[in-house]
C-alpha cells in the first residue's frame, strides 16, 4: 500500500499505516528515515524561521547584505551560517520526503526502492535497505531530467539511522553531495559536501556535529565554508547551544572585507542569549586576532557587545578593547547564565567536539557521502 508522509519535516512527519513491503515492512522503513526537525541546527527555538529551521524559502544575498552591524549582529553573523546548512538539509531531504508518499517496490535483500520521481531540475530515486539491529540505511540518488539511463544516476544524499522508539529518532549519520546535484542539475547553485552525525536523547533533545567541505548553497550569495559545526538543543527547556564558522565582515574593522569567524552561541527561550568569537583574517592584522562578547534579550535585542584585539601568544587580559565596540555592560545581560568574561571558542573550526551542556555526543561524523549498500 502506499506510504503518506503527510506533514511539513519542519515538525516531523505522521505516516499512515500500511501493509509491509515484501521482506521490509514500508512503515518502519519510512520511520527510520531522517526528517529535518531532527538535524537541522537551531539558535533560538523560539524563532526557527529566522534560523533557517523551517521549511521556507531564503535569500542568503539579502540575509547578508542586511548584516550592517545593527542590531545583534554576532548572532546574525552565526545565523547566516546556519541558514545555509539548513539550506542544504532541505535540499536532500525535501525529495525524500516526496518519494516515500509513493509505493515502493520490494527488492531482494530487504530493500525498498522509491521511484524514479522527477522534480524542477532532476529525476529521483530512493533506496531503504534493512540492516542488522534494527539500524536501516538510505541512499538518495539523481539522474538528469532528459535521461533515461540508470548509470546516470549519481549520489547526492545518503544516510543511516538505528530507532530510539518515536519515528525519525534516534543516532545516525546524513551526508550531502550538492556537487553530484549540480552534475546532474546544471541550474543547482550549491557546491561542496555535507556531512553530519546526530543523536536523539528520547526526551526531544538533539545533539548535531556536521563537517562541511568547500559548502556553500550559492557561492554568488556566500562564501564557501570548509570546517565543523556542533549544535544542540534541550527539551522541555527549549535551551540551544551551537558552534560555527563562517566568512562574514564583522563590524568595527577597517572596510567590507571578510574576517573568518568562529562563533559559539547559547539563547535560553524567554530570556535571551549570547556570543563569544574568535576571529582573524580580513582587515584584522597577521599574528593578531579578535576575540569578542555580545549577548541579547529575549526579543533578540543587543543589550551588551564588545571586542578586543589580541596578538598571538597574548593572555586575554593583555588584550586591547577595540574603540568603538563596546555597547552596555555584561551585568546588562539578562541572567547570571549569561554574564562572565570573555569566553572564545579555541582553534580555527575544524574541532567536532559537543558544545558544553550537550545531551550526549553523537557518534563520528563520516568523512566522505557514500552509502553503505
Excluded at 521482506?23 to 527555538?45: C, K, M, R, Y
Excluded at 574576517?259 to 563569544?276: F, Y
Excluded at 569578542?292 to 598571538?312: M, N
Amino acid at each position: 500500500m502506499t506510504m503518506r508522509w503527510n506533514k511539513t519535516l519542519a515538525v516531523g512527519a505522521a505516516l499512515v499505516l500500511s501493509t509491509a513491503c515484501g521482506g521490509v515492512d514500508d512503515q518502519e522503513a519510512v520511520e527510520s528515515l531522517p526528517d529535518f526537525a531532527g538535524t537541522s541546527l537551531e539558535l533560538n527555538a523560539e524563532a526557527p524561521a529566522q534560523d533557517g529551521a523551517a521549511l521556507i524559502a531564503q535569500d542568503l544575498m539579502e540575509t547578508e547584505a542586511a548584516l550592517d552591524g545593527e542590531g545583534a549582529a554576532m548572532l546574525e553573523g552565526a545565523r547566516m551560517q546556519v541558514k545555509a546548512l539548513n539550506d542544504a538539509l532541505r535540499q536532500a531531504l525535501v525529495p525524500v520526503a516526496e518519494l516515500v508518499k509513493k509505493s515502493a517496490d520490494a527488492k531482494p535483500g530487504d530493500v525498498l526502492v522509491y521511484g524514479p520521481q522527477d522534480r524542477a531540475n532532476a529525476t529521483f530515486k530512493l533506496t531503504v535497505r534493512k540492516g542488522v539491529a534494527q539500524r536501516y540505511q538510505w541512499k538518495l540518488e539523481a539522474r538528469p531530467l532528459s535521461s533515461t539511463d540508470d548509470t546516470a544516476y549519481k549520489l547526492v544524499a545518503a544516510g543511516a539511522l538505528k530507532r530510539d522508539g518515536e519515528a525519525h529518532r534516534g543516532r545516525g549519520t546524513l551526508a550531502i553531495s550538492l556537487d553530484n546535484l549540480k552534475a546532474v542539475a546544471p541550474s543547482f547553485a550549491g557546491q561542496g559536501r555535507l556531512m553530519m552525525s546526530f543523536a536523539h536523547n528520547g526526551q526531544g533533545s538533539k545533539s548535531l556535529a556536521y563537517r562541511l567541505a568547500n559548502f556553500t548553497p550559492n557561492p554568488a550569495a556566500h562564501d564557501a565554508v570548509t570546517g565543523a559545526f556542533v549544535g544542540h538543543k534541550l527539551q522541555p527547556s527549549g535551551i540551544t547551544r551551537a558552534r560555527v564558522l563562517g566568512a562574514y565582515n564583522l563590524p568595527q574593522t577597517a572596510t567590507a572585507a571578510k574576517e573568518k569567524v568562529l562563533t559559539s552561541v547559547r539563547h535560553i527561550p524567554q530570556l535571551g542569549g549570547r556570543a563569544d568569537l574568535r576571529a582573524w583574517g580580513g582587515d584584522i592584522p597577521a599574528n593578531t586576532f579578535y576575540v569578542g562578547s555580545a549577548c541579547w534579550d529575549a526579543r533578540e535585542q543587543e543589550v551588551f557587545r564588545v571586542l578586543f584585539q589580541c596578538t598571538d601568544g597574548a593572555r586575554l587580559e593583555s588584550c586591547t578593547e577595540v574603540a568603538g565596540s563596546r555597547v552596555g555592560t555584561v551585568q546588562d545581560c539578562r541572567g547570571p547564565e549569561l554574564r562572565g568574561d570573555v569566553t572564545p571558542p579555541v582553534g580555527t573550526g575544524d574541532d567536532a567536539t559537543p558544545e558544553p551542556g550537550n545531551p550526549g555526543a553523537p557518534d563520528d561524523v563520516p568523512t566522505d557521502v557514500t552509502a553503505e549498500f
